[in-house]
């Protein structure tokens, strides 16, 4: 199976924010991002694997500023480690004042992704390839992710 880089399977998805987005604080609810930055990291997944794929982890999903309504969301989703069957997906989320041209860095997300064949069981994925020093520093993170999910599992298994 011949591999693919990065930037092959990479999406960025916009949307501004609209009042139906808003949570009883008037800022745009979580869900609402944790939906986009999941739509976004499923079709890196797709792009990548070019096969149906299906969340299995959401890793961390942390809020460093509010985005508000009125804000364009954009979301830039890439493959940051690739094992037989899985695939992790950084998503980046920005959120800027469309007014005044300020963005803001608000969430960055790690999701896993399993691809399915036909019968909806999980598949082989091509192999993931780097090219720059930061895409490799990122895979090396994301093996220690994935180590800790497996262990994870297993005690979790062991319970």
Do not use: W
């Not at 890439?78 to 950084?90: A, D, F, H």
């Not at 803001?104 to 994925?125: F, I, K, Q």
């Amino acid at each position: 199976m011949t591999g693919k880089t990065v930037a092959e399977s990479r999406v960025m998805l916009s949307q501004l924010m609209l009042p139906e987005h808003a949570n009883a604080m008037g800022n745009v609810h979580g869900g609402e991002i944790v939906k986009l930055a999941d739509n976004a990291g499923a079709l890196a997944a797709m792009r990548h694997a070019r096969r149906t794929v299906v969340t299995v982890a959401i890793d961390s999903m942390t809020f460093l500023e509010p985005i508000y309504v009125g804000n364009l969301v954009t979301l830039v989703a890439e493959l940051t480690y690739v094992g037989r069957t899985s695939m992790e997906v950084r998503v980046d989320v920005t959120a800027e004042d469309v007014l005044t041209g300020r963005r803001t860095h608000t969430n960055t997300a790690y999701l896993v992704y399993v691809a399915l064949d036909e019968n909806r069981r999980p598949c082989p994925v091509p192999p993931l390839i780097p090219e720059t020093d930061e895409e490799r520093a990122r895979m090396e993170q994301a093996r220690e992710r994935q180590a800790l999910r497996v262990a994870r599992k297993a005690r979790e298994g062991a319970d």
